[in-house]
């Protein structure tokens, strides 16, 4: 089992930034691969993000690709999803899952991929 939990989200102006976190605990953080999911009001979730066990490859979905960075911190079993020039569009609870896959940039969007899931955070972008 890995428990991941989510932090840092909140109520920003839009073209501000945030930085989320998501603390895991349990099983080797090391061996899983991570991602960033988010869910808007009436929306499927959809993919943000992903990065690779060691932090060597990343992936984005084409919504945040320039805008956001991912990235980990294996000593610490965090990882975070850096966040800029947020748009109102943006407004979602998101959410960071572990996949022990090795997941390419094909798969990397596929929920169904990834094992564990956290609770989400709240990101809300004000026009």
């Known amino acids: 089992q890995v428990q991941l939990v989510e932090s840092g989200g909140g109520l920003v102006q839009a073209g501000g930034s945030l930085r989320l976190s998501c603390a895991a605990s349990g099983r080797t953080f090391s061996n899983y691969a991570m991602g960033w999911f988010r869910q808007g009001p009436g929306k499927e979730r959809e993919f943000v993000a992903h990065?690779?066990?060691?932090?060597?490859?990343?992936y984005y979905s084409d919504s945040v690709k320039g805008r956001c960075t991912i990235s980990r911190d294996n000593a610490k079993n965090t990882v975070y999803l850096q966040m800029n020039s947020l748009k109102p569009e943006d407004t979602a609870v998101y959410y960071c899952?572990?996949?022990?896959?090795?997941?390419?940039?094909?798969?990397?969007?596929?929920?169904?991929?990834?094992?564990?899931w956290g609770q989400g955070t709240q990101v809300t972008v004000s026009s």
């Open positions: 990065i690779t066990w060691s932090g060597g490859a990343t």
């Open positions: 899952a572990a996949s022990p896959e090795v997941l390419g940039a094909s798969w990397s969007g596929d929920g169904r991929r990834y094992a564990y």
